[in-house]
């Protein structure tokens, strides 16, 4: 009797046992609207389940964990379909989802599009319920299986929902296990590069923000290491930043957005050169064998089109990143690379958006504190001794300031733009002269903003300088003109009229080699250099001895329509009396009235 005692209560401890496991792991459903299971009544001494937390909800009558993960694996696509449907429907903790992971990773891959899908939001259910440590535990079982679908050449995801769930999934376990995914950078260079030939734009988002998490925490500490850590990475940065720009171009401003992000970060990572790419620039020496031949590939100025974008979204983000580039790209690659940036940052100045043309001046600003702090020795006598000269040359400007510009820039922020003037003095003037309207805008806005910056340096280049304003006067095309006389002025205002005034004269001058359109265009220059300069300028300009001889010859003799229409235009008093050769004192007064 005793030993049958024993044997019932060994198999009691046992079903117990076998009944606590089954409620914590197994079994679901437990207590399902106010229901007791029926176990629980044979359980004496059992703990009152109602202090438990409710157990999790299901679909369907029936379903336990346990024969769950053989049900998913069934060979009969319906049954994977329902039972999948009902862990979703199920509210499933996640000491209850953790089990079924590996199952779930096999569902990645299954032949019914709707299995996929539920096991791709299984799993994402499961990783935003769980900490770092626990998802980092997950990543040499996920990656492998991420790599398959979406970074294969051959068996990637056919369906682009489940692209791009899978996509956000990759980037929310990334953006999780940030200090965890440097061994999985292979990995990750195969997930991203086989997401870039996509063209959907949920997973280009993803993808962007994917190799942001890559650029930052993986790429980045590698490149500040001591050494060869910039070349070092450069090679994989190339890769992707290579793989990513065709994306620059995509029909959504938010995906052109994202994009630009994703460039500014990996930009950073040595691949300082990388900008060449970007602005289409290549030595004129330097041909490709494929070119040569009529073979080469079309080569694309991408900021360029970004300043011109029609999203003031991507526009105001394309003034962050060009900034940040010219603030912590590489010494070595900066100091390369950024006469190559530097003009789109300054052209933000003059974007029709005020919000945008106001970050711009305000980047350029703190560029400008950062440059001096950087060369604070080659400032500090002028910091320390030139308030004075500082203050006279701000009193002595008499043009008030083209938007955004309230006040005249700090010496850093001249400094910074100045240093590049004599690179880009020649492609402005070459666009200038071109046939296209666009780059032709977009250039006469640029130097006037320019000679803000430059002032009385631009002297020296006024004999390249004044022939391209010239030409910039174009009849047939009125707001070029406008823009060019306001260079003009702006170019006046600063530079030594003794530099520029026989230029003047010897292209208005009755020579062979003039022709009637070009000394009209040197002549119509005559009115806006007068606006611009400074009285003490216009009086020693007046009574000059230019005004008596050739430039009133060949002036007066343009009696051709363009001269006529020019004048009629005009209308300028200043014009006119410097033609007739007025007193300098009458001529003095009224500009002072």
């Not at 060994?10 to 606590?20: D, P, T, Y």
């Not at 923000?209 to 070092?232: F, H, I, S």
């Not at 526009?315 to 590489?330: F, G, I, N, Y």
Request: proline share 5%.
């Amino acid at each position: 009797m005793a030993s049958t005692l024993r044997s019932l209560d060994s198999i009691l401890a046992a079903r117990k046992a076998q009944v606590s496991q089954a409620r914590s792991q197994d079994l679901i459903g437990l207590r399902r609207n106010g229901e007791v299971d029926s176990d629980d009544d044979d359980d004496e001494g059992a703990e009152n389940t109602s202090n438990k937390p409710q157990a999790a909800r299901t679909a369907g009558k029936g379903l336990d964990l346990g024969r769950a993960a053989n049900q998913i694996a069934a060979r009969e696509a319906g049954v994977r379909k329902r039972t999948l449907e009902s862990l979703i429907e199920a509210e499933l903790t996640v000491d209850q989802l953790k089990p079924l992971l590996r199952p779930l990773l096999l569902r990645f891959a299954d032949e019914s599009e709707r299995c996929r899908d539920c096991a791709v939001q299984l799993f994402s259910r499961w990783q935003k319920g769980v900490d770092a440590s626990e998802v980092g535990g997950a990543l040499p079982f996920l990656l492998p299986v991420m790599v398959e679908r979406l970074g294969s050449e051959t068996g990637t995801e056919p369906s682009e929902e489940v692209r791009a769930l899978l996509v956000t999934l990759m980037r929310d376990v990334l953006l999780k296990c940030r200090r965890l995914i440097q061994p999985y950078l292979r990995e990750c260079g195969a997930i991203a590069l086989g997401c870039c030939r996509d063209q959907h734009p949920e997973v280009i988002k993803g993808l962007c923000e994917l190799l942001e998490v890559v650029a930052v925490d993986v790429l980045m500490p590698r490149v500040k290491l001591n050494g060869d850590g910039p070349k070092q990475v450069k090679p994989f940065s190339m890769k992707l930043l290579e793989a990513v720009l065709p994306h620059i171009r995509h029909r959504h401003a938010a995906v052109r957005t994202c994009v630009l992000r994703a460039l500014e970060e990996l930009l950073l990572c040595g691949a300082g050169q990388f900008v060449e790419t970007l602005t289409g620039w290549r030595l004129k020496n330097n041909v490709p064998v494929a070119e040569f031949y009529g073979k080469g590939e079309a080569r694309l100025n991408y900021l360029s089109d970004l300043t011109r974008d029609r999203s003031v979204v991507v526009r105001r983000q394309m003034v962050k990143t060009v900034s940040r580039w010219m603030s912590e790209m590489q010494a070595e690659d900066l100091y390369e690379q950024e006469v190559r940036i530097a003009p789109y940052l300054v052209s933000a100045l003059c974007d029709e958006d005020a919000e945008t043309a106001e970050m711009a001046r305000k980047e350029i600003e703190r560029l400008g504190v950062e440059h001096i702090e950087l060369h604070l020795k080659d400032y500090k006598e002028k910091i320390e001794y030139g308030h004075a000269d500082e203050l006279a040359a701000t009193h002595a400007i008499t043009l008030p300031y083209p938007p955004p510009f309230q006040t005249r820039p700090t010496l850093g922020a001249r400094e910074r733009i100045m240093q590049h003037f004599r690179c880009l003095i020649h492609p402005i003037c070459a666009e200038l002269d071109q046939w296209t309207s666009i780059e032709r805008l977009q250039s006469a806005r640029l130097l006037e903003v320019l000679l803000v910056y430059v002032e009385g340096k631009v002297t020296e280049f006024a004999h390249q300088l004044l022939p391209a304003l010239a030409k910039g006067v174009d009849e047939d095309n009125p707001e070029l003109a406008v823009l060019v006389c306001k260079a003009t002025r702006v170019f006046a205002q600063h530079s030594d009229v003794d530099e520029y005034m026989p230029l003047l004269v010897n292209g208005a001058s009755d020579d062979s080699l003039n022709t009637l359109s070009r000394r009209v265009q040197h002549a119509t220059l005559l009115t806006p250099l007068l606006e611009g300069m400074r009285p003490a300028a216009a009086a020693h300009a007046l009574r000059n001895p230019w005004r008596t001889s050739e430039f009133v010859s060949g002036a007066t003799r343009c009696t051709g329509p363009g001269w006529s229409a020019v004048m009629r235009r005009e209308k300028s008093s200043a014009a006119t009396d410097c033609l007739r050769g007025p007193t300098t004192a009458s001529h003095m007064a009224s500009r002072e009235r």
